[in-house]
């Protein structure tokens, strides 16, 4: 069972960017597709980016044109670069595969401040 820690998560002012690592116990490169969701309070947790095996990406409304998903195979590591923050993207982020079948890491909190 791979096992990963989300990291990369503070707190920014609106406008501002983060990038977010996803470190996995082993190898992804058999995972097709890998994804980061995001938990706000109070919402059920939401996929917000999708990467597949070769480099191919989709994403949420919500974020398209601001976050960029990306992967290292030979790091076993996903990331998630967000740009143009906004106080509506605060939440805890996660990365899982799409649909998610690992194990939940204890994600990184973002919070975004107007």
């Known amino acids: 069972q791979v096992q990963v820690v989300e990291s990369g998560g503070g707190l920014v002012q609106a406008g501002g960017s983060l990038r977010l690592s996803c470190a996995a116990s082993?190898?992804?490169?058999?995972?097709?597709?890998l994804g980061w969701y995001r938990q706000a309070p109070g919402k059920q947790r939401e996929l917000v980016a999708r990467i597949n095996r070769v480099g191919m990406t989709n994403y949420a409304d919500s974020v398209r044109g601001r976050f960029t998903i990306s992967r290292d195979n030979a790091k076993n590591t996903v990331y998630l670069q967000m740009n143009s923050l906004k106080p509506e993207d605060t939440a805890v982020y996660y990365c899982?595969?799409?649909?998610?079948?690992?194990?939940w890491g204890q994600g990184t909190q973002v919070t975004v401040s107007s």
């Open positions: 082993g190898s992804i490169l058999m995972f097709n597709d």
């Open positions: 899982n595969t799409a649909p998610y079948a690992w194990r």
